[in-house]
């Protein structure tokens, strides 16, 4: 009977997906607290819960985990992101106040401790690992512009925006809201505080790409 209730207990065993991202999700914790070159492979391995052998057995060395998890981290942030991206799809209601959220949301992440630490990693290797700045680049930046341009495409379509270059105007939207981050937390190195604490407030909207302020036009009669 005690067998039974101590197997009972006993924790499934994790699958190796599942243990790969317990050790991707660790070793980035570790190198944002402790930096690349103070990390040690055997710190990651306790963080995860796993064996130092284990976390060789899926990463080869120190540098492939490391690439690994800022690469990892990288695509969380643009999940995040792109999840923000969406509330655009389906407008309804005051369009500034929608965007104004999307802002405020999105400067939330960019705020926030992963955010702040995969930009620190990514400038601090810089000459350890040139080509990681790009991938991180193209995730996190990149991406969001191309599916927020999309939304905003779609916007100028249905009469919710002035006509605009969408491609452009999401990247001054981006740049209006990451660019006083960056310079504010030197590239993060500095804590930067929330928007709950200092609450973001919308730029002048530019003439070339604002809210219409009306309502999309009726949708063309049926031919007879």
Known sequence: MTDVVASTRRPAPRGRIDKRKAILDAAFAVFAR????????QEIAEEAGVAKPTVYN???DKENLFRHAVETAAEAVMADNLAVVELVREPSG???ALLEDVADRMLRICCDERSRALRRLTYAQLVRF????????RRTSTRVAEALADRLARLCLSGHLRPCDPAQAAEQFLALLTAPVEARSRLGGREVPPPRSTPWRAPPWTPSCAPTGRSPPPPDPPRQ
């Open 130 to 137: 040139p080509d990681l700045i790009e991938v991180v680049h």
């Open 94 to 96: 005051d369009l500034r």
């Open 58 to 60: 899926h990463l080869s």
């Open 34 to 41: 402790r930096g690349y070159d103070q990390a040690c492979v």
